[in-house]
């Protein structure tokens, strides 16, 4: 097994614990370039949609690209841990599952995906990863809807 460098630039702003090593697993898998994460609560992802997005409410995950140049990351997750906790127990599966679905999905928009305004390719980007990973379905279900 070769070794995975730890492309994750780590900001945990809660007490919540975590397979890092998935996460960086599934990043070395899909990228070579820096990734910072940011785990946070609802009222400092709030703060973020509302400036970025317009949107005054808290959400799951936003993702923020960087421009695509020569050593420089790809961009930033931020995941709001106080949904991530709703979720995986409303959906049935470990906090380290959801917050792993949520990684993929933001680390696919830094990657270009929108499910927003593409034919289906974020959806079956995740499928693939989710299915390669062994993770619950849920994130694939719930935003089919």
């Known amino acids: 097994m070769t070794d995975v460098a730890n492309n994750i630039d780590l900001d945990n702003q809660t007490d919540i614990e975590f397979d890092y ?3 960086n697993k599934i990043t070395a898998d899909l990228t070579q370039k820096e990734i910072e994460l940011i785990i946070c609560r609802n009222d400092y992802i709030q703060i973020l ?3 970025h997005r317009g949107i005054d409410k808290p959400t799951d995950v936003l ?3 960087l421009e695509d140049m020569p050593y420089t990351p790809l961009g930033t997750i931020v995941v709001s841990v106080d949904y991530v906790s709703e979720k995986a127990k409303e959906y049935g599966h470990t906090i380290n599952e959801e917050l792993t679905l949520l990684y993929i999905h933001g680390l696919l928009h830094l990657l270009g ?3 927003e305004v593409d034919s ?3 959806r079956e980007e995740e499928k693939n990863i989710i299915t390669k990973y062994k993770l619950p379905f849920s994130l694939i279900i719930r935003n089919d809807d």
């Open 63 to 65: 993702s923020f690209p």
């Open 21 to 23: 090593d998935l996460i």
């Open 49 to 51: 949609n509302k400036e």
């Open 113 to 115: 995906y929108d499910h």
């Open 120 to 122: 289906g390719e974020h």
